[in-house]
């Protein structure tokens, strides 16, 4: 069992910047891959960015160049630094990870561009 649990949300303005972290704990071993998902109201869950366990990173073209998602192992953490937030950002924004061959999810957190 892996419990994610995210902090950092809230309220921003187009062009400000956020960052977001995702703290992992529980039965957690070596997890290799985590990683950051949003969901914006009539949307489907969309992929943004995952980091693993070696630091190999891989971003969502929507997002490339804007976010950058850097990982604490040793604290099983990783964090998702948003620059040039725009209102098309706003979502719910949930931690990732898949160990054993499940999918384990965060809580999720708020964020909100304003215009």
């Known amino acids: 069992q892996v419990q994610l649990v995210e902090s950092g949300g809230g309220l921003v303005q187009s062009g400000g910047s956020l960052r977001l972290s995702c703290a992992a704990s529980?039965?957690?071993?070596?997890?290799?891959?985590l990683g950051w998902y949003r969901q914006a109201p009539g949307k489907q869950r969309e992929f943004l960015a995952v980091i693993s366990s070696s630091g190999s990173t891989n971003y969502a073209d929507s997002v490339k160049g804007r976010f950058t998602i850097s990982r604490d192992n040793a604290k099983n953490a990783i964090n998702l630094q948003m620059n040039s937030l725009k209102p098309e950002d706003t979502a719910v924004y949930y931690c990732?990870?898949?160990?054993?061959?499940?999918?384990?999810w965060g809580q999720g957190t708020q964020v909100t561009v304003s215009s």
């Open positions: 529980g039965t957690i071993g070596s997890i290799y891959v």
């Open positions: 990732y990870t898949n160990l054993g061959g499940k999918d384990y």
